[in-house]
């Protein structure tokens, strides 16, 4: 059973950067799908951002060409680079990974870490 393990959360002040981390505990493929979500208090868990091989991305409006996603296989990683934070990102990150397995879709979800940006 593949768990997901994010680091990488803190305090930041608004324009600064952080870097989360999410740690696969087994293999995962160019062809899983790995994603970020976030959930801030009495919100809904949103969408952030998705990564699916090496190449296709997209991002959700509020974080385009701020946000990166990208992965290392060999490193069983994949990572959230956050810059230019503003105090609307402060929310609980998860990461999300969707693995083609024998034919079966499994969804996987982090515990999540807490980004917290001060104004």
């Known amino acids: 059973q593949v768990q997901l393990v994010e680091s990488g959360g803190g305090l930041v002040q608004s324009g600064g950067s952080l870097r989360l981390s999410c740690a696969t505990s087994g293999r995962i493929f160019s062809s899983d799908m790995m994603a970020w979500y976030r959930q801030a208090p009495g919100k809904q868990r949103e969408f952030v951002a998705r990564l699916i091989g090496s190449g296709s991305m997209a991002y959700a409006d509020s974080v385009k060409g701020r946000f990166t996603i990208s992965r290392d296989n060999a490193k069983n990683t994949v990572y959230l680079q956050m810059n230019s934070l503003k105090a609307e990102d402060t929310a609980v990150y998860f990461c999300?990974?969707?693995?083609?397995?024998?034919?079966?879709?499994?969804?996987?979800w982090g515990q999540g870490t807490q980004v917290t940006v001060s104004s």
């Open positions: 999300y990974a969707g693995l083609l397995r024998g034919g079966t879709l499994n969804i996987l």
